[in-house]
């Protein structure tokens, strides 16, 4: 159940994920509600706080079982925000059952002590969204400046747990220069593997004018990749999404090795769903 980097350091990655799986299996997104508690500038969902939520039933009952079906062997649960959902631990608990591993993408603002110690006993791995190291960039972008302690304090309990996996970026020009180093550096000090940074772009994610509007142009991009790349090394993989690329190919497509299921039971192979939908 190991994961395969999608590109290597000799390649430009363009896929908005940094690992998928080997043959013959796959890995699959799943968006287990719509509805979260942030109003992140870039985000492509749209999430409010209204919206559909997976029945804990129908996952039990028909997702995992088509899954299994589909060869997946991976699961990373999405939103919206994923605790949002009154069953995500239930949910988690029923794909560890069916032998599959299981991640969790969140903004860590709504995570009880109980949660924790229980995706632990689960062995769930947490991939936490933090764009800035302040609650005047982080929080600003996500339409909560109280969610920056509240995100901090919970990717340390993660990492307390030993359940953080990464921490994912959208850089914009909310956050200061130094504020990539030391998020790096907290990454590093909570045990995390990587360390995801996703820009805002002109067409897809964060196309819109509000978000466009945050959006550093591309000499500050390539700024921003030198000062995070010396954070680099055997314990911290530094994965750089659509940053300007001057030289490199671009690494391989993953169309039909990662499947996208939306709250309703729909299914997407990559390609046709992260362009007009998508989690930030
Ligand atoms: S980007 Fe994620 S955390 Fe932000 S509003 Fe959208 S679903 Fe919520």
């Known amino acids: 159940m190991t994961a ?15 690992t998928t799986v080997d043959h013959p299996y796959r ?11 942030e109003t992140c500038k870039h985000c492509f969902v749209s999430a409010t706080k209204r919206g559909a939520y997976m029945p804990l039933d129908a996952v039990r009952g028909r997702l995992i079982p088509q899954l299994a079906a589909a060869r997946v062997n991976r699961g990373t649960l999405t939103g919206g925000e994923p605790f949002m959902h009154a069953d995500l631990i239930r949910i988690t608990e029923a794909f560890r ?17 109980e949660q924790v110690a229980r995706l632990a006993e ?16 982080h929080g600003v972008f996500r339409g909560r400046p109280e969610g920056f302690q509240e995100t901090v304090d919970t990717v340390r309990a993660f990492g307390e747990a030993g359940i953080l996996q990464g921490l994912l970026c959208t850089p914009n020009n909310l956050a200061q220069d130094e504020e990539y180093g030391q998020l790096c550096t907290f990454a590093k000090e909570q045990g995390a ?4 940074m996703n820009p805002l772009g002109p067409m897809g994610r964060g196309a819109s004018r509000g978000s466009q509007r945050l959006r550093r142009p591309d000499d500050h991009m390539r700024h921003i990749r030198d000062l995070a790349l010396p954070f680099a090394d ?3 993989d530094l994965t750089l999404i659509r940053f300007p690329n001057d030289s490199k190919p671009l ?4 169309a039909g090795t990662i499947i996208y ?10 390609p046709t769903w992260f362009s007009p939908r998508g989690r930030g």
């Open 234 to 236: 055997d314990d911290l």
């Open 261 to 270: 299921v939306f709250t309703d039971g729909a299914w997407r192979s990559a």
């Open 193 to 196: 593997r990587y360390v995801l």
């Open 27 to 37: 890995k699959a997104l799943i968006q287990v509600c719509e509805p979260c508690n």
């Open 251 to 254: 690494a391989g497509c993953e």
């Open 4 to 18: 395969r980097p999608i590109s290597t350091g000799d390649q430009a990655a363009s896929c908005y994920f940094r």
């Open 97 to 113: 059952a069916a032998g599959m591993g299981v991640g969790v993408c969140t903004n860590a603002t709504m995570v009880t002590a």
């Open 122 to 137: 689960l062995g769930v791995h947490m991939n936490v969204s933090l764009d800035g190291f302040s609650p005047e960039s």
